[in-house]
């Protein structure tokens, strides 16, 4: 092993307006490091013998200035900043040489060794800019934390780095102590601010900043907030990007029980989490309930998430908890979840309009006799739709009767797709005749979602998730055994 020394980079934020960078090279690699570039001011001149076409359509529009023929020492001259980016290492090596001997920083792309400043990795969210490196032996890695951080820093930082640029001065004279305005700094962060800078609701994020410089307890800045989630079907790579920032800043967790508990490990550590669903052996928290500990939660000046399955507005109550918000002047957020139907359909390979067979797709949901009974069912016996049930298993031989008595053909394909996307999902398939029996047969139990339609039957050769459609044979084989 080679006894390297060992050294470290040293990072620094250069300013490069009105200076001369000089990148050589004019392909792919050299338009990669001149759009990195961009915005900086810096004058940027590109040294090659030709351009490659977005090279140079940037030089007819004067973004950069083109030195045409091959390297020479004299490029150097002007330059503060020179970038290798040739594919001829001799070239590179003769740029580094002579960049060298000019005590100038040259970085050699893709050449650790030969480079003395390194370009990093990059997260920008406006003025707040995240470097990282490597140190030049690992880029894959330093590649695959800059994603990790692309998924973990939303927009609002952008929005949020200006503010707090803008009011630079303001602060530092509201807490001329360092400690003081640390800790002003959280408050900050802990209000609705970057709630409201999602939202896109500027003015309002300008009040509750100056709220909390004002140290105005009452006022928006330390008020809390609630953000409705939807926490998808289960499978926790189903949760957006959104969801899981507002799940890694919660205080507080609402949880139905049909949150997956992949889904809330990853919510914050020490966030306190409520479950308010009907759970084994014990009562779902009436609606009334829930509608209150939101309120008191958020009146405390928590983050409060309330986490739903699936979508929080379909069939979730979703509207009704936002009631009660807005009643007591309350600030929400809304983040939409995969819901049952898609999430459903697309890990049984069933696609819900596909065109030969479905014009329109609707949701229904029948949790209990009387709702049964007030549904559409001349509209939902149509043909060339698929209809996606949210409901539980009990009634199916009445849903079954009803499509039937109203017109939908007998041999009408179905899929039962009980805890879909999780790693315990079943699809039960087979036609409209069969379906309670078949339900019964395989012991279809709760959460399932039924889509009825043509498209069902695509499951039998579509699907690619856990086991293929059990159907009949399987039924009789259970019978059997
Ligand atoms: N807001 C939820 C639906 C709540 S109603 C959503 O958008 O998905 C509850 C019903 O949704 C269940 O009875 C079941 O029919 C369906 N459901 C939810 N998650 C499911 C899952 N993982 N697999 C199958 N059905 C599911």
């Known amino acids: 092993m080679s006894a390297e020394p060992a050294h470290r980079l040293f990072p620094l934020f250069a300013d490069l307006r009105g200076r001369t960078v000089l990148v050589v090279g004019g392909g792919a690699v050299a338009a990669r490091k001149v759009e990195a570039l961009q915005d900086t001011g810096a004058r940027i001149v590109v040294g090659a013998r030709a351009l490659s076409p977005p090279l140079a359509a940037l030089a007819a529009a004067g973004a950069i200035a083109h030195r045409a023929g091959d390297f020479a020492p004299d490029w150097l001259d002007e330059a503060w900043l020179v970038i290798a980016a040739t594919d001829d290492s001799a070239v590179n090596g003769a740029v580094a040489a002579a960049g060298e001997a000019r005590r100038l920083w040259v970085n050699v792309v893709d050449d650790a060794t030969l480079a003395r400043v390194h370009l990093p990795a990059r997260v920008e969210r406006g003025p707040l800019q995240i470097a990282i490196s490597s140190g030049g032996g690992a880029p894959m890695l330093a590649r695959w934390v800059r994603e990790r951080l692309e998924a973990q820093f939303d927009d609002a930082y952008a929005p949020l780095a200006t503010l707090l640029a803008r009011h630079r001065e303001r602060i530092r004279a509201r807490w001329p102590d360092l400690a003081a305005r640390r800790r002003g700094f959280e408050r900050l962060l802990a209000g609705p601010l970057q709630a409201l800078l999602r939202a896109r609701r500027h003015i309002e994020a300008g009040r509750a900043f100056d709220a909390v410089l004002q140290e105005d307890g009452n006022a928006l800045g330390s008020a809390g907030h609630v953000a409705l989630v939807g ?175 109203h017109g939908r053909a007998a041999d009408t394909p179905f899929a039962l797709i009980e805890n879909g996307t999780r790693p315990e999902q079943r699809v039960v398939a087979g036609t409209l005749t069969e379906l309670s029996r078949l339900a019964k047969a395989h012991a279809v139990e709760s959460p399932a979602l039924l889509v009825v339609g043509e498209v069902a039957a695509l499951a039998g050769h579509l699907h690619w998730f856990g086991a293929a459609p059990l159907g009949a044979a399987d039924a009789a084989l259970a019978h059997a055994a």
């Open 231 to 405: 926490a998808g079907p289960g499978d926790p790579g189903l949760l957006t990007l959104r969801a899981l920032r507002v799940l890694n800043e919660a205080d507080v967790i609402l949880h139905d029980s049909l949150v997956s508990d992949e889904v809330l490990q990853l919510a914050r550590r020490d966030a306190l989490r409520i479950g308010v669903g009907k759970r084994a052996g014990q009562h779902a928290t009436p609606q009334s309930g829930i509608n209150a500990l939101l309120v008191e939660h958020a009146r405390a000046g928590r983050r409060v998430v309330r986490l739903k399955g699936g979508d929080p507005f379909v069939f979730g109550r979703g509207g009704e908890e936002l009631e009660a918000l807005r009643a007591a002047g309350i600030r929400y957020e809304v983040v939409p979840g995969i819901t049952a139907a898609s999430a459903c359909a697309a890990y049984a390979g069933i696609p819900l309009t596909h065109r030969d067979h479905a014009q329109s797709v609707r949701l229904a949901t029948a949790h209990a006799q009387d709702s049964l009974d007030t549904l559409d069912w001349p509209a939902l016996a149509r043909e060339r739709q698929t209809l996606a049930f949210y409901m539980g298993v009990s009634r199916l031989d009445l849903l079954q009767e009803r499509l039937l008595a």
